[in-house]
């Protein structure tokens, strides 16, 4: 990534000494709506706790919360459509389609509901789950997350200046570029290389679609209906997600409740893997079903 180009939510940012290694984990295919054969991790069995990362990231994203969680909760990281081993149709990368595919995935995995976890820009997908489907989510946990990115600044610049001119196959120097911008200092060369093989995964279209969609998707009229149990984790040391707009999600979903990590950047679950695993562990006890 250029110097100086704004990182798009989504992405892995973290400073920190070590990350683990997500090659070392197995994964599956599970075939949902329509043939779609999406790439997940699990790990556990108990109330069920779904992880989507955000654009550009597969299900490796989570692995410092996957080694950590207890084997009571059923954890499953998914790579979604477009991303990671995932399949990668044509169409199909707004937000509402995303969406759609976590309730297929619980269809699928016989999960009749769970705690929905997102960071940055897959927050409005859980959150437009529990929307449409408020009787599948026990929880919400938004990491990092925005009220809508319509009108943002930032946002559209990095779109504009990165995303809109790439072209397949994408440049395996600006992947790696790319990577070491948005990944913890002192990574393991080993996790780099696999971030840097699971982005040049991600067809030129499927940026070009995920976050073009993100541009035009405001769903803060929605967010009072929201019926589930909701935690925000935010670090204040976030430059890409401000302060303003945690205030306003918590005014907005009811019973919304923030938690501010000192200190940290867009990505808590990298920079604080314990503390975001804990507060995840006890957010999940606290919702059960409903």
């Known amino acids: 990534m250029p110097h100086g180009t704004r990182r798009a939510p989504g992405t892995h940012s973290a400073p920190g000494t070590h990350a683990p290694d997500p090659r070392r984990r197995p994964s599956s295919l599970v075939t949902v ?7 997940y991790a699990s790990h556990g069995e108990g109330p069920a706790v779904v992880l989507l990362p955000g654009p550009t990231d597969s299900w490796r994203s989570y692995e410092p919360v996957l080694e950590r969680l207890p084997s ?75 009220t809508t990115l319509v009108g943002d600044a930032g ?3 990095f779109v504009t200046a990165v995303v809109s001119g790439l072209e397949d196959p994408i440049d395996p120097g600006l992947a790696r570029a790319f990577v070491v911008a948005t990944s913890p200092h002192g990574i393991d060369p080993a996790v780099l290389d696999q971030f840097v093989d699971d982005l040049l995964q991600v067809p030129a279209r499927v940026w070009r679609e995920t976050f073009g969609a993100l541009l035009r998707y405001d769903d803060t009229h929605l967010l009072g209906r929201i019926a589930a149990p909701t935690l925000l ?16 999600l918590v005014a907005r979903i009811p019973g919304a409740t923030l938690t501010i990590y000192s200190g940290v950047g867009h990505s808590p679950r990298w920079e604080d893997p314990s503390r975001f695993t804990r507060d995840v562990v006890e957010f999940v006890a606290r919702s059960g079903p409903r």
């Open 155 to 157: 946002f559209q610049e």
């Open 72 to 146: 009571s909760i059923r954890a499953i990281a998914v790579s979604q459509r477009g991303h990671g081993d995932s399949d990668k149709p044509a169409t199909g990368y707004e937000v509402e389609d995303f969406a759609a595919d976590v309730i297929s995935l619980l269809d699928t995995l016989d999960i009749r509901q769970a705690v929905l976890v997102g960071h940055s820009g897959s927050c409005p997908v859980v959150r437009r789950v529990a929307v449409d489907h408020p009787d599948r989510v026990t929880g919400l946990v938004l990491e990092a997350s925005p």
């Open 233 to 248: 984790i935010w670090g204040d040391a976030d430059e890409l997600v401000a302060r303003p707009m945690q205030d306003e």
């Open 33 to 39: 709506r329509g043939g779609l054969r999406l790439s």
